[in-house]
């Protein structure tokens, strides 16, 4: 199996393990990787942390032994089953967290970039390389990207081609943490800081930030006064309120 699903608490944790080949995202292991995204959809987990196996790499990108030889139509079927699978990851009603190990590299980095967030050890590097194989990132890398760190600063990295060291990412807002120890181990503690609010709230939140960057500020206002306004009428909306007024912590049962 190429990618594992295992529990640290609250956290689900999807590993890929292909570290003979840094990761890869063959196409059987975008397979797994949407067997695993739904399963973690239906789980109980409160937060989704995804990680690579061994320390060389998170995920060094597609696996090229599979770019050969292929159609167009075959090329355009492969490129849409990625950002398929990566937008079951982007859409989770929870919290994800990529612990970066090593190298995150053009789908690996497209991987990074459709979790909630990043954390990265010091001996990380992110990009997306593809312009050097004469081609453009496929899962989501030219659309992603600009949205986290700017067109101007996105734009460099995608036509140079060149990587990223995680001081410089961290600079420039592409993680959210540089740490010393093990990445999964921060991201963990990363993710416990949302994993206590109700997931109803979050969810909410995170779609008013998301949806109202699609359009205009006051389209954006007119997104957050509904999902504010239907966070009020919750049971944990309520909740919160009642907490607050009685001087005790909430207790959000997610509903």
């Known amino acids: 199996m190429t990618v594992l699903l295992t529990r640290l608490g609250e956290a689900a944790v999807i590993t890929i393990d292909r570290s003979e080949a840094l990761n890869a995202l063959s196409y059987a ?28 790499a998170f995920c060094a990108g ?58 990265a050890g010091r001996n990380a590097t992110l990009g997306l390389p593809e312009i050097r194989l004469g081609m453009v990132p496929g899962y989501g890398g030219t659309q992603r990207l600009p949205r986290l760190i700017g067109e101007s600063r996105a734009l460099e990295i995608i036509l140079s081609g060149r990587s990223v060291p995680a001081e410089e990412a961290f600079r420039i807002g592409l993680v959210n943490r540089v740490v010393n120890g093990e990445p999964l181990e921060a991201a963990l503690a990363f993710a416990r800081q949302f994993t206590k609010h109700g997931l109803v709230a979050l969810n909410l939140a995170r779609q008013s930030v998301q949806r109202g960057m699609q359009g ?9 006064a509904d999902l504010s306004t239907l966070s009020m009428r919750t049971e944990d909306g309520q909740e919160g309120v009642a907490a607050f007024l009685e001087k005790r912590p909430p207790r959000f049962r997610d509903r």
């Open 216 to 224: 205009s500020l006051r389209d954006g206002l007119r997104i957050e």
């Open 62 to 119: 597609a696996d090229i032994n599979e770019l050969m030889g292929r159609t167009v139509a075959e090329e355009k079927r492969a490129t849409e089953q990625g950002q398929r699978v990566l937008l079951m990851l982007d859409e989770l009603p929870i919290v994800s967290v990529a612990a970066i190990n090593g190298h995150a590299l053009g789908g690996g980095l497209e991987l990074a970039l459709a979790c909630t967030f990043r954390v």
């Open 29 to 56: 292991t975008l397979d797994a990787l949407a067997e695993r995204f739904a399963e973690v959809a239906k789980s109980d987990a409160r937060a989704l942390l995804i990680t690579g196996a061994g320390r060389k």
